[in-house]
């Protein structure tokens, strides 16, 4: 009864906190049983009950989901051994539920049932289930793309008067990095390296673009600025974001003359000749030129071009700062002095060397691509 001021009795306060407990039970929205240490069912909140057909209380918990004997993995039973909460997954119907089993204890800390939540997870699962199969697309998809990107390398080996040989190793699946060589003329053979921002699809899909791009320059030019200065107007005509730019390195070798012509489109990594001197000592020559990347910030760009005499047998190494800027457990980066001393000191096997060289110098996975290209005047 309430009292004469409208509040309530202590003997109507404990009432009322005794029904507390059924109150929150049967507010919630997923299911709530306990089971007695026999395996019976001894109490149901409203949702289990009204999802249900059949009367719930008094049964076996396995018979109510229409199965003949009691679960292989019971955490009903687990629970009541190891005093732990214990969960599993449980097919019932259409739906696939998450239960979780915990004890109940009495005053003196024994367990005399167990109480377990379903939890439908069937919306979840079947998303994660979409999820892995598109997944398992994608997978396949960048796997495809990789081949293509790799088949689209040039070949080892040799072409007209030069040696050809190189190491390409992408952080992800697909590289932002991407070289090629290839005949202009009787006399003239092109031969470049691009860095494009980021990794990954997005900018394997831009070395794509850069390849066909400079396939079809080259074929219209013997020179390197110029090439430069129409790949970045035909880069600029594509209207992307700001955030989307790369390098790239071009150079024309004169086959007869032996000599290179050569700009810079902002390419970090400067290419380096390796020669012996009279001495039988290595010389290491830099093919230096600045230049801006191509960017969508400059609408016209124009290039410097520098020439440079080559000799037979000298070795040009073309390179990604990716090379440059592996890191060791302090923090410090590979750089191009030790690159030159490993080309000072490897004639044959010199990109296997720089590959072990990274290899054990990187304290964890690379974080950038890894591209090498080595040509070789052999006349």
């Avoid at 696939?96 to 003196?108: A, E, T, Y």
């Avoid at 367990?111 to 697309?137: C, G, H, M, Q």
Wanted: hydrophobic letters at 35%; aromatic letters at 8%.
């Amino acid at each position: 009864m309430l009292s004469q001021s409208g509040a309530l009795t202590l003997e109507e306060k404990i009432k009322q906190h005794k029904r507390l407990t059924y109150d929150i039970l049967d507010g919630m929205v997923d299911w709530v049983r306990v089971i007695d240490q026999d395996g019976i069912i001894i109490f149901t909140n409203k949702s289990m009950q009204n999802a249900t057909e059949v009367s719930l209380v008094g049964n076996k918990c396995h018979l109510i989901f229409g199965k003949s004997c009691p679960c292989i993995r019971c955490i009903a039973d687990a629970t009541r051994i190891t005093g732990e909460a214990v969960e599993k997954e449980e097919r019932i119907g259409d739906s696939i539920f998450s239960v979780k089993s915990s004890p109940v204890r009495d005053l003196n800390g024994d367990i005399y049932a167990v109480v377990e939540v379903f939890r439908d997870v069937t919306r979840e699962r079947t998303l994660e289930r979409e999820l892995i199969s598109k997944n398992e697309k994608m997978s396949r998809d960048i796997d495809f793309a990789k081949k293509i990107q790799e088949k689209i390398l040039p070949e080892k080996g040799k072409m007209r008067s030069l040696g050809i040989d190189y190491m390409y190793k992408p952080s992800e699946m697909l590289s932002g990095d991407i070289f090629d060589i290839q005949i202009i003329d009787e006399d003239h053979v092109g031969v470049y390296i691009s860095d494009v921002v980021g990794h990954g699809v997005t900018a394997s899909i831009m070395t794509m673009f850069i390849r066909q791009t400079m396939e079809n320059i080259m074929s219209e030019t013997l020179s390197p600025s110029e090439t430069i200065s129409r790949l970045h107007k035909s880069f600029f005509d594509l209207n992307l974001d700001d955030e989307n730019y790369f390098t790239i390195f071009y150079g024309v070798i004169n086959t007869k003359k032996n000599t290179i012509k050569y700009s810079n489109g902002g390419h970090n990594g400067i290419p380096i000749i390796i020669r012996k001197n009279e001495d039988e000592e290595k010389d290491i020559i830099f093919l230096e030129a600045t230049g801006y990347p191509i960017t969508y910030l400059f609408e016209e760009v124009s290039y410097e071009e520098y020439d440079v005499k080559l000799n037979k047998d000298d070795n040009i190494l073309f390179f990604t700062d990716g090379i440059l800027e592996c890191k060791n457990e302090i923090g410090e980066l590979f750089g191009i002095d030790r690159l030159t001393e490993i080309a000072k000191k490897h004639t044959k096997g010199l990109l296997k060397a720089i590959e072990d060289e990274i290899t054990k110098y990187s304290y964890k996975e690379l974080e950038d691509d890894l591209a090498i290209l080595k040509i070789e005047i052999l006349e």
